[in-house]
């Protein structure tokens, strides 16, 4: 949890409305009134789904590009879309295709898209997957943890 403590703030006001959060959505209390095997549970999870994703997407992927004679910079903008894609489904799953959750769907995907750019770059600079991991497991981890914050403190309001 170490990494993602810096991500456990407010989301945006343009977010919260997308998902129809209301003010008062998160409680630090109830987070931490889950049991702590959950919590270890969501940050392994975090970790494993991040390292499996930067195995792929960096480790594979942008090498397999580059290989077969893409230019570093064609080879990293194609593995960003290329991982774009991937989070789209789960993205629909969670969502549904809803007109009204499409101004979302798009700053996600640019979202991605840029996430994507800035670890491949990383990858390209360092020759490692390391600093990648690290960035993406910060990431998911502290979603996780804000997710099932959430959720917490909606049980604890109910």
Not at 58 to 75: M, N
Not at 146 to 158: F, K, L, P, S, V
């Amino acid at each position: 949890m170490g990494l993602s403590i810096g991500l456990i703030t407010p989301l945006p006001i343009s977010v919260r409305e997308a998902q129809g959060i209301p003010d008062g959505w998160f409680s630090v209390e109830a987070l931490f009134a889950l049991p702590k095997q959950f919590l270890i549970v969501c940050l392994l999870y975090g970790g494993m789904v991040s390292w499996t994703e930067e195995n792929i997407f960096r480790g594979h992927l942008l090498s397999s590009f580059s290989e077969v004679g893409l230019r570093k910079g064609p080879a990293n903008r194609l593995q960003a879309l290329v991982f774009v894609a991937y989070h789209i489904p789960s993205f629909l799953m969670g969502h549904g295709v809803v007109a009204d959750k499409m101004p979302l769907l798009i700053g996600i995907s640019v979202w991605l898209l840029l996430f994507g750019l800035l670890a491949g770059a990383l990858r390209i600079r360092r020759g490692s997957i390391v600093l990648p991991f690290a960035l993406h497991a910060s990431f998911d981890e502290g979603s996780f943890v804000i997710e099932y914050g959430w959720m917490a403190t909606q049980m604890a309001n109910a």
